[in-house]
């Protein structure tokens, strides 16, 4: 049995094929593959006689297997598998028996070392073989086209994933032998170590095995792997491998965390964690950071590690640390990690000894450290962990101070995912905090100060009560013999062994302190050493400058006598320092024990840490409320849930976020609409053990207090909720029940309680119309009764839930189904009618809120509605005319009387003419809506009945004979011309009714107008604020009635809103302006330009109605857009909130309309840099930070630069020149940008001596010249940085002779031209005189052919475009042309000339 050669291990297979050398095994012949499957055969027989010897004859038939692999059938290879793997198993068998006899005779160990070797080679091949081919086919499963389906080899993969696990087993079996004595007792060498190994990193190789279905081939890899490192001293090589395979396959991370923590938990191989994380902890950061897949797997590998052995990446986590300085942020975010998990883990509880608790403290602080990283994605990480961290109740209470306003501070981050984690964070802050329930500011200040003052009469009576004080001067007297020993010593030569390691402050205030600290710690020798130190370094500062003593010695201690007995205490401390009685609060009480005034300090710093948490929660609500319009959805839902939480605690400012988040309602994406139902459902219909009536009291009053005081805005937005909630069924009918009750006061409740059930009532009966419906008697009979006129807010409401009934007026196409009207004789229509008549005559500020309600009321539900008004109109004005009769008969009586014609309506109660103006403005309004509306679908809905009856007939009679073969597409097409010219005539039938009649001198309307237009063309006489209001507004309703009217009107409505002094009919007449610009475009479209001008009203409220009213027209594109919206631009600044964000969601909005901005910022930048625009600097820079935040297209941007560049041509003042620049630098330049820039370098060439404009342009090219560009862009950069630094040098220059002059040269403006009217932009102020308000006449386009064009064209002139460059923007349309006129010899901002300029 004796072998005369030795199986060596080889490092390649093709190793085996040369010969070696003497007594090594070479493979003498490798079979071709037919002869194959008679070797494997005769291999089988010789195993039989032989045993797992008989591979020493066989070994070159398997060894030819696995050369011809690929070529080889699968039933071969599953033959030789099973073959080797009883081979195999039957020497793990016999082993234990051979192994232990003694008489085991030096060749039969030789033989079973070579058999060994030989049968573990084979079947290791075979493994990595198949492992080789399994992968291949995996990457042919992803093909994504489908090729080579069938060429995969799924049988022989398919049995090699069910055979992989069985032999991972044997190996692990043959592994836990005791295989040293094959080796003659000596360490198993390293090769064969690395072959059995070596398998199970090929398979761990493969992207499948994290999958659950592998988990049996996982769990046996990692055992093998283990009896590896355990047994045979594999940590060193493993740990190399691990850290390159986490390099190169980062799906290993997860695998080898779950190995390790094994190894750790059953087999005690803690060094390698250490191994594994020091040799990761000194790969180079700079490499790391280029190697953007590697750091991946290491950061994967780190984080899960923390988390299975928290304790041993503890005690490892020193050499991770300098990763945190390094540039890759996926392995920052990786070390923070394991930090937390370490705090969450093992650094948590009360019970940490002392150097436990300041390694938690540093890794908090590394953690808080990196809260303002610089990397987002690693500012997002860390407050995901403190987030964590703060559930866990891992977070020291004394960490809340300094962390809340580092989280609030997040709020403001640019990057998105930073601030939905601080939100998130905040709301965990809040759910997991230590101090309250409830975080009411005004509930924890008054128990804080009442504390506070028990602390401080604690802290009196201490001081009274303390036993007597060692005088300092005794104190210093004793120690004196020990001091002067010690500084003696100073002035003796050094020992060798003596080191000076004191080192003075870097201020008096600091050195002082050291001092004293070394006075109380006995430390005499190093405190008179520092004394010397600082005598020297501090000559002439105090306490430095004493008296000059005798000598040295005696200088030094005076100043140390100085500090100990407090005759020199330092400038910051209240309490000098000296000895035992340094602190006069630290003495030993007589009355109360010390621990009574600990507690006390500990309760007061803990309603301080309560309050300050507190306000920090409601200084982030402020922030937090504004991100719910952000773009992003995922910040807006956080925002939403924080409310919900915040609301929870109790906190008063959470109502305003509340209420906030109502118009969200309206969000077109349904995840912002879904979060803003489940927010209102968690608030007000919450899940308990509540009693129906408890929850409906609690849903009722909870809704009650979101409704006071709030706006019509904010009850519409409510409405839809709760219609929602009544369309699901989610809301109890106790709380119906509950409602009507308080209404017909069965139930106690106050005024406003009642109106707002109605409130309530009314937004159910939307979902649920029978809600009202089946109690319409009860509305009428209880809210419009006689005591009507005591509470019209609660009428008004009811009027506003009867309206309900009827809240679909337009009734779907094709819809046979009649609206819902009430007979002209209802009750609600008297009760209404009466309500009206008996408040008319009566002051009351209500009465006309609740009127427009019930006139809208009656045309909406009522047959005739025009009768009843008119009824109504008739009654109110017949009481005017008795009121003005009483009037004048007083006046006769009393003598002598003024004219009636002049004086005679001003007689009568400002209130009184008043409500009768509302009135019939009001009446007039819905008469046309009724019209408009009503009527309209009314005669559409008949037209359809009748046509369908039509068509049914004569489909009857076609039945009756046969259809001629006349096509049917024919017959379809006219009907729609029927249907639309039957349209046409309806439309036409309700406007010549609107123009022809309404006002006609028998309509009941006309009598009223000569009453209106004398209030509004005599303010003077008319001087009543609220009947101006009315008046005005009344003027605005009866033009919405006949375009004719109207337009002989707009001089005076446009003449009213410019001239009043009353920022309510300014308001007034914005709205109906705008109501009017919608209604007849054409008529209100040469008055634009007055609307644009109330945008800069001195009263805030009328400027917020203009900014309103102009966002609808722009948006809606019922006004056409030009240089003028610069007003719009100019709201971006102003100095109230609200219309600053109206304006940002006003050009939100615009922004979306395709170029507008891009095409109409020439313009703003135009007329805001005007000096007569009278902007700021800082406010137009405002103003452009804002809009140029909207060009994005890399596109746009470059055809900006050129534009911009152009412009320096073209202006010639300094401050305009210096805006231009500005505006250059909010471009966001791309490399084609920075070749627009060079390219137009002469445009501003000139430009470039004044300071401003050169920094600039510094600004622009400073973001090319940092790291990160590209070689050639920055070479760009250098060289057009080195132009504009001759240029700038050049001018100045020439500025220097200038200079000793005595003047700066400025260039000399050519002589102005006269200025036509109106060609300069004039202040938007309210006009001087009535010629101002001549009523323009409209533009014509003027055609011009082209040959005309021509001859008016001087020679070739430059062409300044401001029209898109984009694809749907056409030239024709938004190009300018620099025109003879517009030559620049003047300092005006250039215009924009188009097609339609008049010469």
Excluded at 481 to 510: I, K, N, Y
Aim: charged fraction near 25%; glycine fraction near 4%.
């Amino acid at each position: 049995m004796a072998a005369a050669w030795e199986f060596q291990l080889p490092l390649a297979p093709g190793d085996l094929l040369r010969c070696g050398g003497y007594g090594r095994y070479v493979v003498q012949d490798v079979l071709p593959v037919r002869e194959l499957s008679p070797a494997i055969t005769a291999f089988r027989t010789a195993f039989r006689a032989q045993g797992a010897l008989a591979v020493l004859q066989h070994f070159d038939s398997i060894y030819s297997l696995l050369h011809h692999f690929r070529a080889v059938e699968s039933a071969i290879k599953e033959d030789a598998v099973e073959l080797l793997m009883k081979v195999v198993s039957y020497h793990s068998n016999e082993l234990p028996t051979i192994l232990a006899d003694s008489g085991l005779s030096s060749a039969d160990r030789k033989a079973h070392l070579n058999a060994l070797k030989m049968n573990c080679y084979l079947l290791t091949g075979l493994m990595n073989a198949f492992e080789m081919e399994i992968c291949k086919c995996g990457v042919l499963e992803v093909d994504p086209g489908g090729k080579n389906k069938k060429k995969r080899p799924k049988s022989s993969v398919f049995l090699w994933e069910e055979e992989r696990e069985p032999l991972l087993r044997l190996l692990l079996q043959l592994l836990q032998l005791d295989l040293c004595q094959l080796w003659g007792g000596l360490v198993v060498e390293e090769e064969f170590v690395s072959l059995m190994t070596g398998s199970c990193y090929r398979i761990l190789e493969n992207p499948s095995i994290g999958l659950q279905k592998h988990r049996a081939t996982r769990e046996a890899v990692t055992h093998l792997l283990a009896a590896a490192l355990s047994r045979y001293d594999h940590i060193f090589s493993a740990t190399l491998k691990i850290t390159q395979m986490l390099q190169h396959f980062e799906h290993v991370a997860p695998v080898f965390a779950q190995a390790v923590s094994l190894w750790v938990t059953e087999y005690g191989l803690k060094s390698l964690v250490g191994e594994l994380l020091r040799e990761i902890g000194q790969k180079c950061p700079q490499d790391l950071s280029r190697d953007a897949s590697g750091v991946k797997g290491f950061a994967a590998f780190i984080t899960e590690l923390a988390e299975r052995t928290p304790a041993l990446v503890l005690s490892n986590m020193s050499v991770l640390l300098p990763h945190l300085d390094g540039e890759s942020y996926v392995m920052r975010n990786a070390v923070l990690a394991a930090m937390a998990e370490v705090l969450v883990q093992v650094l948590n509880g009360d019970q940490l000894e002392e150097a436990a608790r300041g390694t938690r403290d540093q890794f908090l602080a590394m953690l808080q450290t990196h809260v303002c990283d610089i990397n987002s994605f690693v500012r997002s990480r860390v407050l995901q962990l403190f987030t964590r961290i703060v559930q866990c109740k891992a977070l020291p209470l004394t960490l809340f101070r300094s962390l809340v306003p580092l989280v609030v501070g997040r709020l403001k981050d640019k990057a998105v995912v930073v601030v939905k984690n601080a939100i998130q964070l905040l709301a965990a802050f809040l759910s997991n905090n230590p101090f309250s329930s409830k975080l009411n500011c005004a509930d924890l200040a008054e128990p804080l100060k009442k504390e506070m003052q028990k602390l401080q009469e604690m802290k009196d009576h201490s001081r009274t009560t303390a036993d007597p004080v060692v005088n300092p001067e005794e104190e210093w007297e004793a120690m004196l013999p020990e001091v002067r020993a010690a500084t003696q010593q100073l002035f003796q030569p050094l020992q060798e062994e003596e080191e000076d390691m004191v080192e003075v402050g870097e201020t008096v205030e600091s050195t002082l302190e050291q001092i004293t600290k070394l006075l109380r710690k006995l430390n005499y020798k190093s405190a008179a050493r520092l004394t010397q130190k600082a005598l020297s370094c501090f000559q002439g500062k105090e306490p430095f400058t004493g008296p000059t003593e005798e000598n040295e010695e005696a200088t030094i201690l005076g100043v140390l006598k100085r500090l100990y007995t407090g005759s020199c205490p330092p400038e910051n401390c209240e309490n000098p320092p000296h000895g035992n009685s340094l602190n006069s609060e630290e003495v030993v009480l007589e009355d109360q024990p010390q621990t009574e005034l600990l507690k006390q300090q500990m309760v007061v710093q803990y309603l301080k840490d309560a309050y300050s948490f507190s306000e920090k929660i409601t200084e982030a609500l402020g922030l937090i409320s504004k991100m719910m319009y952000e773009n992003s959805i995922s910040v807006v839902q956080e925002a939403i849930e924080f409310f919900v939480t915040v609301s929870q605690f109790g906190v008063p400012q959470a109502l305003l976020g509340v209420r906030r988040m109502l118009p969200l309602i309206w969000s077109k994406e349904a995840g912002i609409r879904e979060t803003v139902l489940s927010a209102y459902r968690r608030l007000y219909l919450p899940a308990g053990a509540d009693s129906h009536r408890a929850k409906a009291q609690s849903l009722v009053q909870s809704l009650s207090l979101l409704m006071v005081d709030a706006s019509q805005g904010t009850i519409e937005c409510l409405e839809e909720i709760v219609t929602e909630f009544v369309q699901k069924d989610e809301i109890n009918p106790a709380v119906i029940q509950l409602l009507w009750g308080r209404f017909t006061e069965k139930s106690q409740c106050s005024p406003q309680e009642r109106c707002a059930a109605v409130m309530l009532l009314g937004m159910m009966a939307r979902g649920k119309p029978e809600i009202i419906g089946s109690n319409l008697d009860v509305l009428v009979t209880v809210g419009l009764s006689e005591r009507a006129h005591e509470d019209y807010r609660l009428a008004l409401e009811v009027c506003r839930a009867i309206s309900k009934l009827g809240s679909n007026p337009k009734p779907a196409l094709g819809k046979d189904t009649a609206p819902f009207r009430l007979p002209q004789d209802h009750t609600l229509f008297g009760c209404l009618s009466e309500t009206l008549s008996q408040g008319f005559a009566q002051p009351s500020s209500d009465w006309i809120p609740f009127m427009e309600a019930a006139v809208a009321l009656i045309y909406q539900l009522a047959e005739g509605a025009e009768k009843i008004c008119a009824h109504i109109l008739q009654k109110c004005t017949q009481q005017v005319l008795e009121k003005l009769q009483e009037a004048d008969g007083q006046k006769a009586d009393a003598g002598g009387s003024p004219s009636r014609a002049s004086e005679g309506d001003s007689s009568l109660p400002a209130f009184l003419l008043t409500h009768l103006v509302s009135l019939v403005g009001e009446v007039a309004l819905q008469q046309v809506v009724h019209l408009e509306v009503a009527v309209s679908a009314e005669l559409r809905r008949r037209r359809t009945l009748r046509e369908e009856k039509t068509k049914k007939q004569s489909i009857g009679s076609t039945r009756k004979q046969r259809p001629q073969s006349s096509g049917n597409e024919t017959s379809t097409e006219e009907e729609l011309l029927v249907g639309a010219s039957a349209d046409d005539i309806e439309a036409e039938l309700i406007r010549s009714i609107c123009e022809a009649e309404l006002l006609e001198e028998n309509h009941l309307f006309s009598a009223f107008v000569p009453l209106v237009l004398k209030i509004c063309n005599n303010p003077g006489l008319y001087s009543d604020a609220s009947l101006s209001a009315a008046a005005a507004l009344a003027l605005g309703k009866l033009c919405m009635i006949s375009s004719e009217f109207c337009d002989s009107h707009l001089r005076l409505l446009f003449t009213m809103m410019e001239k009043s002094t009353l920022p309510r009919v300014r308001s007034n007449l914005i709205i109906a302006a705008g109501d009017l610009a919608i209604r007849f475009p054409n008529q209100v479209e040469p008055w634009t330009s007055h609307l644009y001008a109330r945008l800069r009203d001195p009263c805030p409220s009328v400027r917020q109605t203009a900014g309103v009213v102009m966002t609808h027209l722009i948006l809606k594109d019922m006004v056409k857009v030009k240089g003028q919206v610069s007003e719009m631009a100019a709201l971006l600044v102003d100095p109230e909130e609200e219309i600053v964000e109206l304006a940002q969601s006003f050009f939100s909005e615009f922004s979306n309309k395709g170029n507008a901005i891009y095409n109409l910022l020439p313009d703003i930048i135009s007329r805001l840099s005007d000096p007569s625009c009278g902007t700021e600097e800082k406010d137009f820079h405002t103003i452009m930070r804002h809009l140029f935040s909207y060009i994005t297209k890399d596109k746009q941007t470059e055809s900006l630069v050129e534009k911009l560049c152009q412009r320096f041509r073209i202006v010639r003042t300094e401050h305009r020149y210096q805006d231009l620049a500005f505006c250059l630098t909010l471009l966001p330049l791309s490399e084609r940008g920075l070749h627009k820039l060079q390219d137009n370098f002469d445009c501003f060439a000139d430009k470039l001596q004044d300071t401003t404009v050169y920094s600039c342009f510094q600004t622009v090219l400073g973001r090319f010249l940092r790291g990160g560009s590209k070689p050639e862009t920055k070479a760009l950069a250098e060289e057009l940085q080195q132009k504009m630094s001759v240029s700038h040098n050049r001018g100045l220059d020439s500025e220097e002779p200038c200079q000793e002059g005595g003047r700066t040269p400025m260039p000399k403006p050519a002589k102005q031209k006269p200025v036509l009217a109106g060609s300069r932009r004039q202040p938007l102020s309210s006009a001087n005189s009535d010629e101002d308000f001549v009523t323009p006449q409209r533009q014509r386009l003027r055609l011009r052919s082209r040959k005309s064009t021509k001859k008016h064209l001087p020679r070739k002139k430059t062409l300044i475009t401001f029209s898109s460059d984009e694809e749907n923007s056409s030239e024709d349309e938004l190009s300018a042309e620099l025109r003879p006129e517009e030559t620049p010899t003047k300092t005006t901002p250039i215009t924009r000339a188009s097609a339609r300029r008049q010469r």
